[in-house]
């Protein structure tokens, strides 16, 4: 049986995913969605009840990482489950894993090891800290990146002390930089005709998301404040309530700061010496934001969004999950997209790029324990006496 693919875009490899919890099963996930072969392998004796990581199976947060997927149980700590996972090795392109750096050493499926069996694997690896170092060993967590990478200094109000973002960042981030690294060793491939070994960590992936941000310490050697909702270098951008709630407002540039302060009626501000330049602006940030307020007060968030937008200058609402969905536009993006049939209705978060010739699409719900082990298995030349030793010894 052939397996439903997302995509045609990437259909041509097989990928055997070792991953967990999120970092790797997002790198994955870009795997899966663009139409890749997507294998996912856990232990037989794996728990279904929500004690796991990510909590239950039937839950939001597994249930958006892991569609796209078929799965197969395989008993990694035992000889024959090795053996086994080493033969699909064999014919796979692509292996990924998110174990702490010594776990698949031991196991002996690191790169080193299964290279020998197939030159052209790609093998990526996600950490917390590096596959080697003085920190290598620990046990990586999201807040733990997002602190030592920096961002929980520069998040939240000034002066209240380190704040954590809303999302799993440098999770999410390691993921997806793991799944570029991955796609890019399979284009080198092309010319190479061998594979290599993609690497990445919590805690690089968070210190590239630092962005401007750690170029400012590099190059001007200027430590970052937290800022609150005022953005850091362009000013006035930030949030300012109007008559019946708040708005994002961004005003970079000297022409868009023009704009504004016609659109708000408060052509005054463009005579105040103490806002001529950006630099001007920046300095007396707190008494430009409550002028800026002044005006906002007077309207609500939709006029405002109206007028500004018509004025050209940058400017949206602040929505809650149910507002941001029930958006027009990001209803037209199709940024909700339903499940395949067969269960009970659901949808998930689409990809956020598309396309023209080999869209994705969600062809598999996430797949139950086990769901496709023999499956997968007779795929990969087991027979069924085979597969039928295996169960007997509990190796799947």
């Keep these: 049986m052939t397996a439903p693919r997302a995509s045609t875009a990437l259909s041509r490899f097989t990928v055997l995913d070792l991953t967990r919890i999120r970092s790797g099963p997002t790198a994955v996930r870009q795997l899966a969605d663009w139409g890749a072969n997507v294998i996912k392998i856990e232990p037989p004796t794996m728990a279904d009840d929500g004690s796991q990581p990510g909590g239950r199976r039937d839950g939001p947060d597994f249930q958006n990482l892991h569609r796209n997927k078929r799965a197969m149980t395989l008993d990694l700590k035992s000889p024959k489950g090795i053996e086994v996972f080493k033969r699909l090795v064999a014919k796979a392109d692509v292996v990924v894993e998110n174990f702490r750096p010594d776990v698949k050493t031991r196991l002996g499926i690191d790169y080193e090891s299964l290279k020998t069996i197939n030159p052209r694997l790609v093998y990526g690896s996600i950490s917390g800290f590096g596959q080697d170092g003085p920190y290598s060993q620990r046990p990586g967590f999201d807040q733990i990146a997002q602190g030592m990478g920096g961002l929980m200094s520069i998040t939240g109000l000034p002066g ?219 795929e990969f030349g087991f027979g069924r006496d085979e597969i039928a030793a295996l169960k007997h010894e509990k190796t799947i």
Aim: with cysteine; hydrophobic share 40%.
């Design 160 to 378: 209240q002390g380190p704040v954590r973002v809303g999302i799993p960042v440098a999770d999410l981030s390691a993921g997806l930089f793991c799944a570029i690294g991955i796609m890019t060793a399979l284009l080198e491939r092309e010319v190479s005709g061998e594979g290599q070994w993609v690497q990445t960590s919590l805690l690089q992936a968070q210190i590239f998301m630092l962005d401007f941000q750690a170029a400012r310490w590099l190059v001007e050697k200027e430590v970052p404040e937290q800022a609150g909702n005022n953005h850091p270098t362009s000013i006035p951008t930030g949030v300012f309530k109007t008559s019946d709630g708040h708005i994002n407002i961004a005003t970079t540039g000297g022409k868009i700061w023009e704009r504004f302060c016609h659109a708000i009626e408060a052509p005054e501000l463009l005579q105040n010496a103490d806002y001529a330049t950006s630099r001007d602006r920046s300095t007396h940030r707190d008494k430009l934001n409550a002028a800026i307020e002044t005006a906002t007060l007077c309207k609500t968030c939709a006029e405002w969004i109206r007028i500004l937008n018509d004025a050209g200058v940058p400017c949206g609402p602040i929505y809650a999950m149910d507002e941001m969905f029930a958006d027009e536009q990001v209803k037209h993006l199709k940024m909700a997209q339903d499940l395949p049939p067969g269960g009970v209705p659901r949808q998930l978060v689409s990809q956020p790029f598309s396309l023209s010739r080999t869209p994705s699409s969600f062809v598999a719900r996430p797949p139950m324990i086990g769901e496709q082990t023999d499956e997968v298995l007779a």
